[in-house]
């Protein structure tokens, strides 16, 4: 069993319930032991792959694999052999009976983009090159994105003048198509975060223009349609309306490409409503705007701030797709403060720097439910407050928990050594209950929920960091009546 991907849903609730810490709802938890980060340079937790929760860690020097049973107790480790020379990991993908190691590395000059699939027990299956960088004098800069239902990954590397495209089909070891996007000349804003790839292989790019200023604004779009060898360059007319930012995601039951994030005036900072559109593969679209109304800018900003200010300091985090055609949009208030300071301030490995504090607040969430005519179907603000100071911000934020009739929010209510477990649950028509998950007094967590990964429909994996060691937490809500 492998992470769940794509989970669609008619109604959204979110449910959270508890035994084992502190029995409160129908819900058991298990806590592996602790194992030491202190040499990792990173570590994927994979899900279940026959019937055994896998760990991949990457040491940098050496790769591992580890083991653990239902009740997360370790049952084995051992060590992955990529090659000869030094292996810079892209990526791992867990399938329900292997997992993929998509690498680089560096021989005789050039640099090769590999890929290699084991079983469970960590047998070599296959392996195959996807590309060759030669003569390369600089290791280059790999990064990947996976399909929604992890059988392609889009392999891309950033150039002065563009981005190198490579689309891979992991379950035939066939590369679908290298492309090489050329934007030099185009004026636009070079962040390719927004980029993904669908389950057919075809990859989506939207980029803003760096031009702010103009009077008519656009959204240009990149992409591939059915692995054809042309790139379709296509531009969606804004009209006065500025864009804040981006985040897109594939509809594969509507066969079109989804955009969603806050606009406002031309000129401002505050965000005055969403976008939404939806991009077709004939080329067509529908572009919507939502606008923030009195009452919603009220509750968030409260009644002694002017409603025609507008919101601040918001991204759209997530955007959960209905069946039907419509979406939930999910931004969240994040704050970064930094302080300067003059006197040295002991850091978490144990070494002293001359720098600064960094203060991180991740707060309000607002939930806006669009139907699939682009009109506001209802919306709603879930509070929390989580407030930390140099750590990144690795404990803050939450988890979107979907399944086919519920959404559920997890998240840490406070960013300190003992915590509460909070979260909310969230109908179809917008009803919104809050909800206390568990406590964790005495049980040596802190949770990292925007890293975890939800496996099933009722089942997640968190993992929390605490002095230098790891811990997974496998969550198990009851099984939903249909």
């Known amino acids: 069993m492998r992470a769940t991907r794509g989970i669609r849903f008619f109604l959204i609730i979110a449910l959270v319930t508890c035994r084992s810490i502190s029995g409160l709802w129908a819900q058991e938890i298990a806590i592996s032991e602790e194992l030491p980060l202190r040499n990792d340079y990173s570590y994927t937790i994979l899900g279940w792959v026959e019937n055994d929760l896998l760990l991949f860690r990457d040491k940098g020097h050496a790769f591992y694999i580890q083991a653990f049973d239902k009740d997360l107790h370790l049952k084995w480790e051992r060590e992955i052999f990529l090659g000869e020379s030094r292996a810079d990991i ?55 994105r996976e399909s929604e239902d992890a059988s392609k990954v889009l392999l891309y590397k950033e150039e002065s003048d563009g981005v190198q495209l490579y689309s891979y089909d992991l379950n035939t070891l066939q590369l679908n198509y290298a492309k090489f996007i050329n934007l030099e000349g185009n004026q636009l804003e070079e962040d390719f975060r927004p980029l993904l790839v669908n389950n057919y292989g075809d990859f989506f790019l939207p980029l803003k223009a760096d031009r702010p200023q103009q009077k008519i604004q656009y959204l240009h779009i990149f992409c591939s349609l059915h692995n054809g060898d042309k790139i379709i360059h296509d531009t969606i007319r804004l009209g006065d309306v500025q864009i804040f930012d981006v985040y897109p995601v594939y509809d594969h039951i509507q066969h079109c490409f989804v955009i969603s994030g806050l606009c406002g005036d031309r000129n401002t900072s505050r965000a005055k409503g969403f976008y939404f559109i939806r991009y077709f593969e004939d080329g067509h679209h529908e572009l919507s705007y939502l606008p923030f109304d009195d009452s ?58 001359r720098d600064g504090w960094v203060d991180y607040y991740f707060e309000d969430l607002i939930l806006f439910a669009v139907n699939p005519d682009g009109k506001e179907h209802w919306k709603e603000v879930l509070r929390k407050r989580q407030y930390s100071q140099d750590d990144g911000a690795m404990y ?87």
């Open 90 to 144: 892209i990526g791992v993908v867990a399938h329900e009976d292997l997992f993929h190691i998509l690498y680089g590395m560096r021989d005789k000059g050039n640099y090769y983009l590999y890929h290699k699939s084991f079983d469970h027990d960590v047998n070599l299956v296959d392996t195959s090159t996807i590309a060759t960088f030669e003569s390369v004098f600089v290791v280059p800069r790999v990064s990947m």
């Open 296 to 353: 919603l800018l009220t509750e968030v900003n409260g009644r002694g701030v002017s409603v025609s200010r507008g919101l601040s300091d918001f991204t759209v985090q997530r955007v959960a797709l209905r069946q039907d055609g419509g979406a939930v949009i999910i931004a969240e208030l994040i704050k970064e403060f930094s302080r300067r300071s003059s006197l040295p301030m002991q850091r978490d490995n144990g070494m002293y720097a």
């Open 396 to 482: 803050s934020s939450f988890l979107l928990f979907k399944t086919p009739e519920r959404l559920r929010f997890l998240f840490n209510d406070e960013i300190k050594q003992e915590n509460t477990v909070g979260g909310y649950e969230v109908t179809g028509k917008g009803y919104v209950e809050r909800k206390t998950v568990f406590n964790t007094d005495y049980q040596r967590l802190k949770l990292r929920f925007k890293d975890g990964l939800q496996v099933s429909n009722n089942e997640c994996i968190v993992p929390s960091e605490r002095n230098n060691k790891l811990s997974l937490v496998r969550i198990q809500f009851a099984e939903e009546e249909q």
